[in-house]
């Protein structure tokens, strides 16, 4: 994986960069600095770009390729399409990453340091930025949740229609045996009762 300083021409946004919606939650001054301090990650098939368990401050912006997410080394999603934002998390939580993203092919993306950010725009000198990073991650946030939900949805309806698809067919109680009779013209033997003298 190589590593570039991202030259960003102010007052101009990359097409890529035109497909993330939620980029409007700056101003263009601070998106000329969001920009200003990011980098051009070229990867490479089975490059780490995020390392499950460890710890760092970037965001990350497909802007080309495909990407694996794999959890314990198994795959459980892809981000493919361009302008997906992935690593967010980062800014909220400040904890290990729950995650690894590994470029499924050549892939590349623009990785911003919002810890780079903060240093350069103290919370106490410029509330505003940060209230716009934070409107940032809590709109991608919600979209992600939304998708989630969406999905787990399509999920409960498809394992209900398998569960009615493969349950057994129910079956005819078996009647109780008929009570037992004597047959026509037998006599019950006779009782034999001691008689005390």
Known sequence: MKEYAYIHEEGSLPAPLKAVPFLNSFTDDQLDEVLNSSSLLQCDPGDT???????????????????????????????????????????????????????????????????????????????????????????????KLDATSRRLAEVEKELRALKESTAPAPTAVPASPPARTRPAGKARPPVRRKVMA
């Open 49 to 143: 770009i995020i390392q499950e368990g460890t710890i760092d401050s970037r965001i990350y912006v497909l802007l080309s390729g495909e990407l694996e997410v794999r959890v314990g080394g198994k795959k459980v999603a892809a981000i493919s399409r361009i302008g997906d934002v992935f690593g967010e998390l980062a800014l909220v939580n400040q904890d290990k990453r729950a995650a690894s993203v590994i470029a499924g092919s050549r892939a590349l993306c623009l990785a911003v340091d919002q810890k780079f950010l903060q240093d350069m725009h103290p919370r106490e000198e410029d509330p505003a930025f940060h209230a716009a990073l934070f409107e940032f991650v809590a709109r991608l946030v919600a979209k």
